[in-house]
Each structure stands twice: as structure tokens, then as C-alpha cells.
């Protein structure tokens, strides 16, 4: 069984940064790519930012410049630093990877969400 677990939300005034984390655990073979995902009311959920087993990153638009992810393969864990927050960065955040386990099979996994509130 695999899990993610994200930690790092809160509420933060506009202009404020919280970094967010999430932490694959289980019988993981290997971890693909890992990104964050958010949620806000009445939205669907977007992509904000994904990282690559080697590192490589990609970034949403309304997020490029002020969003950082990162990863720390040898703790399977990744990292989302955010700065300059706004309201509309209001959501719950969501971790996903695609994980291969100990039955060699690559899946999808979801944490179950961490809310962040910008708000003054």
C-alpha cells in the first residue's frame, strides 16, 4: 500500500509564502513524476506544478515566477514553495505521483489534500 501525505497548509496574508510538502510512503519500487494540484470552490482541479524524476519542472502560468517545486527523491518527498500569495491562490492543494510499487505495476496516487486560505 502506498500513501501521500501532504503538510503545510494554513492561512497566510496576501503577499505571505507557505511551503508546502507531501511524503510518499509505502512499497514503492520507484516514483515517477510528482506534482501539486489544487482545488478551489467551484473549480475544477488544475495542475499548478510537476516535477520529473530528473528533476525537470513545469509550472502553470498563474503560478510561474512565484511557485517552486522541488524533491527529495532518496525521501520520496516533494515540495511546494509559494510566495507572493494571493486570494486566488485560496485551494486545497493536492499531491499526485505515478508510482511504481512491489508488484511492478505503475498507479496513480493521491494524498488527501491540504487547504491553503490567503486571505487579510
Known amino acids: 500500500q502506498v500513501q501521500l501525505v501532504e503538510s503545510g497548509g494554513g492561512l497566510v496574508q496576501p503577499g505571505g509564502s507557505l511551503r508546502l510538502s507531501c511524503a510518499a510512503s509505502g512499497s514503492i519500487v520507484s516514483v515517477r513524476y510528482m506534482d501539486w494540484y489544487r482545488q478551489a470552490p467551484g473549480k475544477q482541479r488544475e495542475l499548478v506544478a510537476r516535477i520529473t524524476s530528473d528533476g525537470s519542472t513545469s509550472y502553470s502560468d498563474s503560478v510561474k515566477g512565484r511557485f517552486t517545486i522541488s524533491r527529495d527523491n532518496g525521501q520520496n518527498t516533494v515540495y511546494l514553495r509559494m510566495n507572493s500569495l494571493t486570494p486566488e491562490d485560496t485551494a486545497v492543494y493536492y499531491c499526485?505521483?505515478?508510482?511504481?510499487?512491489?508488484?511492478?505495476?505503475?498507479?496513480?496516487?493521491w494524498g488527501r489534500g491540504t487547504q491553503v486560505t490567503v486571505s487579510s
Open positions: 499526485h505521483s505515478i508510482i511504481v510499487d512491489v508488484g511492478d505495476f505503475a498507479r496513480h496516487y
